[in-house]
């Protein structure tokens, strides 16, 4: 069982530059088509109600009504881009969006900028009980700094799955000691924090189209072992990823290349783990 633990579908191009295939470029059938051809199982849809897409919970539910057996929606609920963004009345929109839509989860983008205290603050915590109460995983977009914050309110939600986006946004040309890459292993010791094994092409020093992407490999040993396969899920980024490289290298990046990791262990960062979540979450209380 292969689950992609990161992608995204939907039905406009929100990036630039412009391509000429926007209307049908980022659509569910052409990610279902990529995992057919390589051999994926299901997927996890993280929404981004981003440029031109600001339905793209209710597409993704459609999706999903679609083809249960191949999809899992995490909703987008008030990231970044919203103006709703740590707005109060966050526990409530994540009510209504879980009795909207039959969820797995939720996503949540954070500003860089921003120091992450709001995730434990009075409406944070009252947002993160609903995802308790609910059983939804919270896939956490970040940046290093925010491991702290992130630490404080998982320890306080054990129940609820933290999956990290894109290898916690630890980059390989940071500066010695790494303080970046501290403290996403620091978050290791917070057992319901997890770490998608994903966005390779974000972390390299070198330039994008560089597959495999071998500068990489020290940080993902790192979290390696800090994390072991029963935290970490492989996600392709797609069809992001196709600014850098194929749905296939995105898969091979790690079965292939990261040999550090012993092929009796795949299975668990290719769907296991994922699958574990999946089956728990999603149900109220």
């Given at each position: 069982?292969?689950?992609?633990?990161?992608?995204?579908?939907?039905?406009h191009?929100?990036y630039?530059?412009?391509v000429?295939?926007a209307?049908?470029?980022?659509?569910?059938?052409q990610?279902?088509?990529?995992?057919?051809?390589?051999?994926v199982?299901?997927?996890?849809?993280?929404?981004?109600?981003?440029?031109?897409?600001p339905?793209n919970?209710?597409?993704?539910?459609e999706?999903?009504?679609?083809?249960?057996n191949?999809?899992?929606?995490?909703?987008?609920?008030?990231s970044?881009?919203?103006?709703?963004?740590?707005?109060?009345?966050?526990a409530e929109?994540?009510?209504?969006?879980?009795a909207r839509?039959p969820?797995?989860?939720?996503?949540h983008?954070?500003?860089?900028d921003?120091?992450?205290a709001?995730?434990?603050?009075a409406?944070?915590l009252?947002?993160?009980k609903?995802?308790?109460?609910k059983?939804?995983?919270a896939?956490?977009?970040c940046?290093?700094?925010?491991?702290p914050a992130?630490r404080?309110?998982?320890?306080?939600f054990p129940?609820?799955?933290?999956?990290i986006?894109?290898?916690g946004?630890v980059?390989?040309?940071?500066?010695a000691?790494?303080?970046?890459?501290?403290?996403v292993?620091e978050?290791?010791?917070?057992e319901?924090i997890y770490i998608?094994?994903?966005?390779f092409?974000?972390?390299?020093?070198?330039p994008k189209?560089?597959?495999?992407y071998?500068d990489?490999?020290?940080?993902?040993?790192a979290?390696?072992e800090h994390?072991?396969?029963?935290?970490m899920?492989?996600?392709?980024?797609?069809p992001?990823?196709r600014?850098?490289?194929t749905?296939?290298?995105?898969?091979?990046?790690?079965?292939t290349?990261?040999?550090?990791?012993p092929?009796?262990e795949h299975?668990?960062?290719?769907?296991?783990t994922?699958?574990?979540l999946?089956?728990?979450?999603?149900?109220?209380?």
């Amino acid at each position: 069982m292969i689950i992609d633990s990161h992608c995204h579908a939907w039905t406009h191009w929100p990036y630039q530059p412009p391509v000429p295939d926007a209307e049908s470029r980022p659509r569910v059938e052409q990610l279902l088509n990529e995992m057919d051809l390589h051999g994926v199982d299901q997927a996890a849809i993280v929404c981004a109600q981003i440029d031109h897409n600001p339905a793209n919970n209710a597409y993704i539910a459609e999706q999903v009504a679609r083809f249960p057996n191949r999809l899992h929606q995490i909703a987008d609920v008030d990231s970044s881009w919203s103006a709703t963004y740590h707005q109060p009345g966050a526990a409530e929109r994540l009510q209504q969006t879980a009795a909207r839509w039959p969820i797995k989860g939720f996503t949540h983008y954070l500003k860089h900028d921003d120091d992450g205290a709001w995730l434990y603050s009075a409406e944070g915590l009252a947002f993160f009980k609903v995802a308790q109460e609910k059983k939804l995983i919270a896939s956490i977009a970040c940046a290093p700094h925010h491991q702290p914050a992130i630490r404080k309110v998982a320890a306080q939600f054990p129940s609820v799955p933290f999956l990290i986006h894109h290898l916690g946004g630890v980059k390989v040309d940071e500066a010695a000691p790494r303080v970046g890459l501290q403290q996403v292993l620091e978050s290791a010791r917070v057992e319901n924090i997890y770490i998608k094994l994903s966005g390779f092409a974000y972390a390299t020093a070198g330039p994008k189209w560089d597959f495999p992407y071998s500068d990489t490999h020290e940080l993902i040993r790192a979290q390696y072992e800090h994390y072991g396969p029963r935290r970490m899920c492989w996600g392709s980024d797609y069809p992001v990823v196709r600014f850098y490289m194929t749905y296939r290298q995105a898969l091979e990046a790690f079965r292939t290349h990261c040999d550090f990791i012993p092929a009796t262990e795949h299975a668990w960062i290719l769907g296991n783990t994922l699958q574990q979540l999946l089956a728990v979450e999603g149900s109220e209380v």
